[in-house]
């Protein structure tokens, strides 16, 4: 590559970011960082109109969870500051008047009401959507039918207009997409988008053309939706003398429902039930609040990996990545062009195998977290396990022992809970069935033997068992649901006698006493 690799994301700031718009995110950084480039985030918020407070913030929360951080944005400074659209206005406008005098652009001086008018009056069985195009731009009040001295007065009266770019009557736009190889376009299937607005601000189509070239953005990576935008941003790069600094394009594929129908949307997973938002989201004008993957209880590295997946291979059968791996594998030329159907099932897969793989380290700060969260006694959210007074040591050797049992973080919930504090309820309906005399001695007998345990193992506790059935006559297959019951609450968990050796003596004989309590008055 001859010049120094440079990529951007520029998100609205309209709300939670989709799956999609991360997975944008993820691909811009790693060509970037296989490279030895700059990833850049910029905010491009020119349309007021659509502004949500929190939006931005929420961006960086989510790139910060996914460890996808740039090397330049409103928050990190950079050489081509200012970052937000908003705060460059006075650049844009200088560069549509260069498109205007150059006679690529026109004003244009229609109310509202005008281009209601024409959309109705224009409007046939073979254009049912009339749009503002080389043909219908002669009928309409502009500085290309009005004339010179009319269009002098007009602006120097102030009256509302906008910039519109000038679309060639035939010409045909061709250009290479790293993914989708040559794309053409008929100038006369697009229509003279607006370029600056009444207020001032500019639109998309001539803020990312001019911001990419100021900021010398080397590759623009995208989402497919933007493919019919194209023609208008390469003809802009070429009227405005910029054609040999134009950035290589490539047009992401879309992300589709499980179904593969359509492009997968917040509505299918509020539909389905599952998450289509990275974190979670709170509208602020509605006070409705959507689920992310990170509160569902996906690790970051699980969510990055599965995103990466999404559309991309390296060619081999490996699907567990971690960030380096992808930053070394990556490639566009391995993107598909057809759209990925996401798949909630698989998604849940990567979180158990990184779950799995995890060092217990790697996860007891968001398993106290999430214990915290769900009021486990000893647990305190917001503080870390160590100030919350929580026995780290115990805290990751419980982790250790169950983490293979869990595919969210949720999971850790009734998998360890028990460790910490005496389960609220015991299953004994599981237990009564076969529940006899015999088995309640055998119970009382086990609990005392316990109690003069000096050595207090998994092994020894397992052995005593043992030997206390044999001498009763009892298979010890026929006792292992009761006391699981006993300790957890429930018929689930790791070993039992692991069980017994973390909970201590203590807790062991309490609870198989208070369940022996029960049964007796059951």
């Not at 970011?17 to 700059?38: E, I, P, Q, S, W």
């Not at 406008?93 to 244009?108: F, R, T």
């Not at 879309?254 to 979670?280: C, E, H, Q, T, Y």
């Not at 006391?483 to 004989?509: C, H, N, S, W």
């Amino acid at each position: 590559m001859d010049k120094k690799v440079r990529v951007r994301f520029a998100p609205s700031p309209t709300g939670g970011l989709h799956l999609g718009g991360v997975r944008t995110v993820l691909f811009n950084y790693l060509f970037a960082k296989k490279h030895g480039g700059d990833f850049i985030l910029r905010i491009e918020d020119t349309d007021q109109s659509r502004f949500v407070p929190g939006a931005e913030e929420y961006i960086f929360n989510t790139l910060a969870w996914c460890g996808l951080t740039p090397d330049e944005s409103p928050v990190h400074g950079g050489p081509h500051a200012p970052y937000r659209q908003s705060e460059r206005k006075a650049t844009y406008k200088q560069y549509a008047e260069q498109l205007v005098n150059a006679g690529h652009a026109y004003y244009a001086f229609d109310t509202p009401e005008e281009l209601d008018q024409m959309r109705v009056q224009y409007k046939t069985e073979e254009n049912p959507s009339p749009q503002y195009n080389h043909v219908l731009r002669a009928k309409m009040r502009n500085s290309l039918t009005l004339s010179a001295d009319e269009v002098a007065a007009l602006l120097a009266a102030g009256t509302p207009h906008v910039v519109r770019i000038k679309m060639p009557l035939d010409e045909t736009v061709t250009f290479t997409d790293m993914i989708r190889g040559e794309v053409s376009f008929h100038t006369s299937q697009v229509d003279d988008k607006v370029l600056l607005k009444a207020d001032g601000m500019p639109t998309y189509h001539l803020a990312v053309v001019v911001d990419d070239y100021l900021m010398k953005i080397s590759h623009a990576f995208r989402g497919e939706e933007w493919l019919p935008s194209a023609p208008v941003h390469i003809l802009l790069w070429k009227y405005l003398g910029w054609s040999a600094e134009m950035p290589q394009w490539a047009h992401l594929p879309l992300i589709l429902k499980p179904d593969g129908n359509g492009k997968l949307s917040k509505r299918d997973g509020d539909r389905l039930g599952f998450p289509v938002f990275a974190m979670d989201w709170t509208d602020p004008k509605t006070g409705e609040k959507t689920i992310g993957f990170k509160e569902r209880g996906f690790l970051s590295e699980a969510f990055v990996n599965l995103l990466a997946l999404l559309g991309w291979n390296d060619g081999t059968d490996q699907e567990i990545f971690t960030m380096e791996e992808l930053i070394r594998a990556f490639s566009m030329d391995r993107v598909h062009k057809g759209g990925a159907k996401f798949n909630y099932e698989k998604a849940l897969w990567y979180n158990q195998e990184w779950i799995k793989r995890a060092a217990p380290e790697k996860l007891v700060e968001q398993v106290a977290e999430t214990l915290a969260g769900a009021g486990v006694e000893g647990f305190v959210a917001g503080e870390s396990a160590a100030s919350a007074g929580v026995d780290r040591e115990l805290l990751l050797r419980v982790i250790q022992l169950v983490k293979e049992r869990c595919t969210l973080l949720a999971d850790f919930v009734p998998q360890a809970a028990f460790f910490f504090a005496t389960p609220a309820a015991f299953d004994t309906a599981s237990i009564q069935p076969k529940w006899n005399d015999q088995k309640n001695m055998f119970f009382i007998e086990l609990a005392k033997a316990y109690e003069s345990s000096v050595v207090w193992e998994a092994h020894d506790l397992e052995k005593t068992l043992k030997e206390i059935a044999a001498a009763q006559d009892l298979k010890p297959g026929e006792l292992m649901l009761p006391l699981r019951i006993m300790l957890v609450g429930g018929k689930f968990g790791p070993g039992v006698f692991d069980i017994a050796e973390i909970i201590g003596k203590q807790a062991t004989i309490d609870r198989i006493r208070k369940v022996l309590s029960i049964l007796e008055h059951n």
